[in-house]
């Protein structure tokens, strides 16, 4: 039995997993933090602020960062 690809298609979702956590620079958290005060849940144009990330990079961030908070 081949079991190459079950280990590649585990490493894989593994691999997935650790890009859930990404990584934000503090001059993005920063923006992030500034313009979720002024313009709440509007993700896209959040991330129309910062090159490169898109709009469920900057959900997924803040609702890992903040769930279970109020604002």
């Not at 956590?21 to 959040?46: A, C, H």
Request: charged share 30%; proline share 1%.
């Amino acid at each position: 039995m081949d079991y190459t690809n079950a280990d590649t298609s585990a490493h894989s979702q593994e691999r997935n997993n650790q890009n859930t956590e990404e990584y934000f620079s503090d001059d993005e958290k920063k923006l992030i933090t500034r313009m979720y005060k002024l313009v709440g849940e509007r993700w896209s144009l959040i991330a129309g602020r910062i090159p490169g990330r898109t709009a469920e990079q900057i959900e997924k961030y803040w609702t890992s960062r903040n769930s279970g908070t109020t604002n």
